[in-house]
């Protein structure tokens, strides 16, 4: 079993039971799903730098990325119906623990003048949102490899409801929150 996940099991839904006064361990909040995005500005709709970017995607999530397409034309941003637009995957279960895991204890800290995440990212559903300007803070992409620095987005994705309940479920697995 993962280290985070077995943290979860053993002192989060415990702690969470006692302070939201729950009768249930599955009352207890918990996160469901991971999603990872990036976008493709430079080269939208050129297919060598959507392979590129879905690759470099896959090796950061440890799973296969799924490059998403232009819904509809926007002559504004030259992009035409079906052109590729950027990529996402999305992660469960043990990938998700492992993720998360990576995230906490290697990812955040190689953040250039990194003090924490801030609190106001949720969507007031229990969802957090963080975003990196570069994506060469994983150890899984090469410097020498990419084409150019693209953003990275991802959303921890919780079944809390609100966002109290969501903050203090993130703090208790170890989220480094600003000061």
Do not use: C
Not at 16 to 43: M, Q, S, Y
Not at 63 to 88: C, H, S, W, Y
Not at 165 to 177: F, H, Q, S
């Amino acid at each position: 079993m993962n280290r985070l996940k077995e943290k979860y099991f053993k002192e989060v839904v415990p702690a969470l039971k006692r302070e939201f006064k729950l009768k249930h361990d599955l009352a207890v909040p918990r996160i469901t799903k991971i999603v990872l995005n990036l976008g493709i500005k430079d080269g939208a709709g050129d297919k060598g730098v959507a392979k590129k970017v879905t690759d470099m995607l896959s090796q950061i999530a440890g799973q296969k990325a799924v490059t998403t397409l232009a819904r509809k034309a926007e002559a504004a941003f030259k992009i035409r119906l079906n052109d590729p637009i950027g990529a996402m995957a999305t992660l469960r279960a043990e990938r998700m623990y492992e993720f998360l895991d990576k995230l906490l204890s290697l990812v955040l800290p190689r953040v250039r003048d990194f003090s924490g995440v801030s609190k106001t990212s949720f969507d007031g559903r229990g969802n957090y949102s963080l975003g990196f300007r570069e994506q060469i803070v994983f150890h899984e992409v090469d410097y020498d490899t990419i084409d150019s620095v693209r953003g990275l987005q991802l959303t921890i994705v919780t079944n809390a409801g609100d966002d109290k309940k969501a903050l203090r479920l993130l703090e208790l697995l170890g989220m480094p929150w600003q000061k």
